[in-house]
């Protein structure tokens, strides 16, 4: 090869590595988010994309076990996640959370504390608060009549086959718990067993026990009465007028959906910008009325349109949320509910 034609091979690859590194340059940075399904307003997210000048990715799961199953075999690269509370605790004790920079969340002031005050303090040095998820009981106001306001109404024979109760171990053991006067967090054994004979006994009077169809069963009168969660009332109760919702009271437990910074995340401090863009008080506003659940933030509430500012079913009101418990880790002691729920499933 003659020097000249040496000479224009090297200025070849030498333009050619320039442009690359270039184009490298004006590549957007990407966020990757893992989040519940239909958990947040589209437009938000181009909202951010064009003020950050970013790209966000979504991935969607649709319980806290496959979230946490997907992040611990492998599945890498998230700059946040969506777990609920106690989830999050499990994340903690594996060290799979960074701590958070609060001083690149200054709207951490727009908490409302009515909620922030029920969680471990720890956690909040962890992670955010997104979502607050309360169940209570659904029913159809013109099917039934005379209802008790309380959790027994699943004891009650006269809608029998006509009824559902959520198909998950905490929220169902702790309706039973509460019923009977405990603590929905408790690990005394004794009281665990007898809440589990409690499902047993209303268990007859059930359809089954499911989280997933009850909104269009209540809908459709196919069920009476359900064990259901607030956001998904209030989505139903939009359509149907002949759906209502109340607390029961005995008293509930409910979670709390929190955002969190995997030690292995990319973009920490696009991940904060994030954070604190979800909770300008416009924002998070726009969030709850999509959503229907409420994100715990004085300062969307004034945003709320008139239907939601002062509704019972979003806004639990002060005699319930006073009773109300968060539902917390337990950790080994977890299991007695794990064999508690197995018993009741097995009957």
């Known amino acids: 090869m003659s020097m000249k034609k040496y000479f224009l091979l090297l200025l070849s690859l030498f333009a050619s590595l320039s442009i690359f ?107 955010v608060p997104y979502m607050v998820s309360s169940a209570g009981i659904v029913y159809r106001q013109d099917k039934v009549e005379n209802l008790e306001v309380s959790w027994g109404v699943f004891g009650k024979s006269n809608y029998k086959g006509r009824m559902t109760m959520l198909n998950d171990v905490r929220e169902t053991l702790g309706a039973a718990l509460k019923f009977l006067g405990y603590s929905a967090n408790t690990t005394q054994v004794q009281q665990i067993d007898q809440a589990a004979q409690v499902l047993i006994d209303w268990k007859t009077n059930l ?70 863009f979800l909770l300008d008080g416009k924002v998070a506003a726009e969030n709850i009325e999509h959503s229907l659940f409420l994100s715990p933030n004085l300062a969307a509430y004034e945003h709320l349109s008139s239907e939601l500012k002062n509704n019972a079913v979003l806004f639990m009101p002060k005699e319930v949320l006073d009773k109300a418990e968060l539902i917390k880790y337990l950790g080994e002691k977890g299991i007695l509910y794990n064999k508690a729920w197995d018993k009741v499933k097995a009957s």
């Open 21 to 127: 590194t270039a184009c490298q340059n004006t590549l957007v940075p990407e966020l990757h988010i893992m989040i519940w399904s239909d958990y947040i307003k589209p437009e938000i997210i181009e909202k951010f994309q064009e003020s950050h000048h970013c790209r966000v990715i979504i991935d969607t799961f649709d319980s806290n076990e496959s979230m946490y199953a997907k992040v611990k075999l492998g599945a890498g690269g998230y700059d946040i996640i969506f777990p609920s509370n106690y989830f999050m605790q499990i994340m903690n004790q594996q060290n799979m959370l960074d701590p958070l920079n609060k001083e690149l969340i200054p709207n951490l002031k727009n908490l409302d504390p009515a909620y922030t005050n029920k969680v471990d303090r720890s956690l909040l040095n962890l992670g």
């Open 207 to 276: 359809a089954k026990f499911e989280s997933e169809q009850y909104k269009a069963g209540i809908s459709s009168a196919e069920y009476l009465i359900v064990n259901g969660y607030n956001g998904d009332a209030l989505q139903v109760m939009k359509e149907n007028k002949n759906v209502n919702f109340f607390y029961p009271k005995e008293g509930i437990s409910f979670s709390m959906d929190f955002m969190v910074i995997p030690k292995e995340a990319i973009q920490k401090e696009l991940a904060h910008a994030f954070i604190n």
